[in-house]
């Protein structure tokens, strides 16, 4: 008997009780659907935070220095001509002042923010682009002028939009400053995300933090292949002040990056290795029916081999026919598990895009199993003596 005539009397079993089949082919469809949906949202989720990093610049490298005692310490200063120094590897450096819960007003509206102090090279380190106006300036960082740029949260909830906010003035502390800038919109305007912020000159906010001082800087590596050389050189930087590695804490975003990808590939496998739990159980519900089959139809496994059938003719028809039910039982997953995956990702706010691969994969690990399980009872029936089998009532 060959592959086709095998495939063609499956194709009839399956349609002679339609609804057993539909059973049968339950863990299947249950198997390969879950495998798209976990892979594509974990992908869809990884993706989010890739992007994410990559927005805040893939050659950031971050130092920070907690406060300590003694007169060892760096400066602005230091830390500018160290770059300068080391041009070659290192792009820009900006000292960074953070100060939260902030309340900033204009007339009788206020919102409490998050104020970042920075100099005129951060636009360039995290990637900010600028809608209206201008970033901060070198002359602004210089002479303390009372210069700002705000994200579209703060243009928004206290000017409407964000050309009217564009030169007019808001206070800080009950201090006036000038808006001479907006960033383009990056999270829908939301409190709390990256719209909702205000840069000043660094050389201001230290005046508004609790400690008055400079513990943080932000550096960006020349190139992308430099970030390793470059971050290298801030440490040994560092290490020649303080002669202590405890002293400072430097990120690399790119590392960062890196454990991310790792940690998703992980929890991907793990996911995808519960999901598979549902189509081994698929295997073997199939496995069961196609030995409750070979039962039912013993006499005409006897009639076939009495007419000249040989067992790799019989073994055959029964492994097509397992093959055939979770191949449709694979395609009926393909099409559940591309149809939820999409409606999951726009329920939960992830762009989950299924796998070309996970598909692929999900679909030939059940056809696998389903001939896998549906060899033992093929077997059997193989096996069967054709006297015995005529017998069979």
Known sequence: ?????????????????????????????????????????????????????????????????????????????????????NAEVIGYVSPVVNVSNLTVKNGAESVTTTAMGTNEFYPEIKGLEVEYGRFLEYV???????????????????????????GSELKI????????????????????????????????????????RISSYAFSAAEKELVEEAENRIRAFLYSVFNDSNAYRILNQ???????????????????????ISLLVGGIGIMNIMLVSVTERTREIGIRKSLG????????????????????????????????????????????????GAVAIAFSVSVGIGMIFGYFPAKKASRMNPIEALRYD
Not at 181 to 205: F, H, K
Not at 322 to 347: E, M, P, Q, Y
């Open 140 to 166: 602004d960082v210089e002479r303390r002028q009372k210069s700002c740029v705000i994200g579209t949260y703060i243009a928004n909830e206290l000017y409407q939009n964000a050309q009217s906010a564009l």
């Open 254 to 276: 790119s590392a960062i990056l890196e454990v991310v990808n790792d940690l998703t590939g992980t929890i991907t496998m793990i996911l995808v290795g519960i999901a598979a």
């Open 173 to 212: 502390n009950g201090i006036s400053y000038t808006i001479v800038g907006v960033l383009e919109e990056v999270q829908d305007s939301e409190e709390g995300s990256g719209d909702d912020i205000v840069y000043l000159p660094y050389t201001l906010a230290t005046g508004l933090s609790w400690n008055g």
């Open 1 to 85: 008997m060959s592959i086709k005539q095998a495939f063609i009397l499956a194709v009839k079993s399956l349609s002679a009780s339609k609804m057993r089949s539909f059973l049968t082919m339950l863990g299947i469809i249950i198997g390969v659907a879950s495998v798209i949906v976990l892979v594509a949202l974990v992908d869809g989720f990884k993706q989010q935070l890739v992007d994410q990093f990559e927005s805040m610049g893939t050659n950031l490298i971050s130092v920070s220095i907690p406060g300590r005692g003694g007169n060892r310490g760096v400066t602005p200063d230091d830390v500018m001509e160290f770059s300068i120094e």
């Open 309 to 356: 059938a040989t067992p790799w003719d019989i073994m055959s028809q029964f492994v097509v026919e397992a093959a055939t039910t979770s191949s449709f039982g694979g395609f009926l997953g393909i099409a559940l598990g591309i149809g939820a995956a999409i409606f999951a990702g726009n329920l939960m706010g992830v762009p989950a895009k299924p796998s070309f």
